[in-house]
């Protein structure tokens, strides 16, 4: 950074050292946090019901692990699909085709308008429904066919089920943060002689990452705990059905549950330092101070923190399930 | 260089003709058939009021605004259609457009930097994804330009990080990155505070010592006094007055008589 708030080795002979001003109020509030969390600790620690020993027994099973990793692989291939239909239709919405526009709004509203768990079932039957799959033309002859089961596994309709429903989600994200690029910005790479996806690609997406981010951050945890639907297809090998099978075994349901949350958040606190990691490659030049122009540039697009969203009943459903399962 | 002897020059054909343009916003009727020429090398002032269609005749010779009637040519060519066989027209697609822009630059008010790349990348951008020039040669060109607009010394900051005129002296370079024979500026000193307007209008002289094609819509009298070849007054969407710089101290028309008065 060529400018900076720190010493620089400049010699400014008066340079001023203050004191910052002693506030009594986080040290109050520390202390009353600190106590509180102990409280809870010691209540957790000491109370017989979330019986540790069994937590930590199971915390590294065998079972666990490769639930988490079916986890992960369910997480990272919904949101790609997600993200790379998102974009898709996002652009789609925004284009000049009036087809194109009519398809996107269509697959959002669908997509949006019904819950995931009863896609998740409908990828799962499909297999059954539509035994066979074939190419060709309506109502005239097929040049190639197969059968559903071996095109699209369990794994596949868990995939295609997750990233679809997610997709109309993230492609409202994405239009958002398209849409809060300065029209200006546009106009200048137009004049400079850049063509339309050149300047989408080049000069208003980079932008739109800013706003995109930390939404999508929240959607990928999201469906990191929304993968736990998937049985629904049924697709039985994730973390939240490992952890429920092992419980149901032993009769335990409390600390099996505790060991997914474990891994919840031990995952989820991953994801967070890999969004902000985001966020601070996408803010480049806006975090920078605007100085001398008295507030006469061009808005910068704000910064959100994250959309709320109506995903609370997709979380209530994860957890209920997860219970009764 | 005064009109005439532009106009004996090898020049012949003029860099600009717009014809008879007319521009409808809907049933607002913004331009109602402006005509102006504008041959090479000169430096031509719009002056006028708010709302006169000043912008908007700019911005349609570039194509960021398309017209409702007439015709515009640079350097002979017919801007935004192609003429058909038959008489007819046809729009051009993308890459045409595209083309085309490609030998104008223009100059904004609200400067337009890509506020995500640094100074020297907002400058190398189009040369590289555009004309295709390598990398490290786009990198070192634009450091000639930044050198240009005195703004050498400033190259790795962003936008953010610069003055309103030194944030419209890059956007000039940018501009000026791709060699373009004409070059668009619409107000590029009014939203800069007024100390560091002469540092732009001191750039944009020395633009017009290069020979670059120049229009420039501006409220900076002493700038089109001093440079302009070509002054137009527009008002209410048609061209009210034109002639050489002398206009501005001795108007022939009531209605500019009475906008100078205003501003002066
Ligand atoms: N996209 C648009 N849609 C509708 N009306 C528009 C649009 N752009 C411009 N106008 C109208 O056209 C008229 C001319 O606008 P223009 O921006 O060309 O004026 P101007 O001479 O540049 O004024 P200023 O000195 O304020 O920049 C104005 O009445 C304006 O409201
Ligand atoms: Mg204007």
Known sequence: MPRSDSDGGLDIPNRISARPVRKPGPYIAAVVVVVVALMLLHGMVTNPNFDWPTVWMYLFNENVLSGIGWTLQLTVYAMVLATVLAVILAMMRKSANPVLRGVSWFFIWFFRGTPVYTQLVFWGLLAVLVPRMALGIPFGPEFWSIDTKTLISAGTAAVLGLGLNEAAYLSEIVRAGIEAVDTGQSEAAAALGMRRSLIMRRIVLPQAMRIIVPPTGNETIGMLKTTSLVLAVPFSLELQFATNAIANRIYKPIPLLLVACIWYLVI????????????HHFGKG??????????????????TSGEPKDAVDKVNQATMVGLNA | MSMQEQSLDAAGA???EIV?????????????????????????????????????????INQLETRTGGEIFIEGELVGYKPLGNGGLRLLDDKEVAAQRSKIGMVFQRFNLFPHMTAVENVMEAPVHVGGVAKREAREQALNELDRVGLADRANYYPAQ?????QQRVAIARALAMHPSIMLFDEPTSALD?????????????????????VVVTHEMGF???????????????VVEHGGSDIIDHPQTERFGAFLKSVL
Not at chain 1, 295 to 303: A, C, S, V
Not at chain 2, 42 to 51: H, M
């Open chain 2, 14 to 16: 003029p860099a600009i």
């Open chain 2, 224 to 238: 089109a006094r001093e440079v302009a070849d070509q002054v137009v007054f527009m008002d209410q969407g048609v």
């Open chain 2, 20 to 60: 008879q343009v007319h521009k409808a916003f809907g049933s607002l009727h913004v331009l109602k058939g402006v005509s102006l020429t504008v041959m090479p090398g000169t430096v031509t002032a719009i002056l006028g009021p708010s709302g006169s269609g000043k912008s908007t005749l700019l911005r349609m």
């Open chain 2, 194 to 214: 007024p100390e560091l307007v002469g540092e732009v209008l001191a750039v944009m002289r020395q633009v017009a010592k290069e020979g670059i094609t120049m």
């Open chain 2, 162 to 166: 610069l003055s309103g005129g030194q």
């Open chain 1, 286 to 303: 806006f975090d920078a101070r605007a100085m001398g122009s008295k507030g006469k540039q061009p808005p910068l697009p704000g910064k």
């Open chain 1, 268 to 279: 989820t606190t991953v994801l967070m330092m890999l969004q902000s990691r985001l966020e």
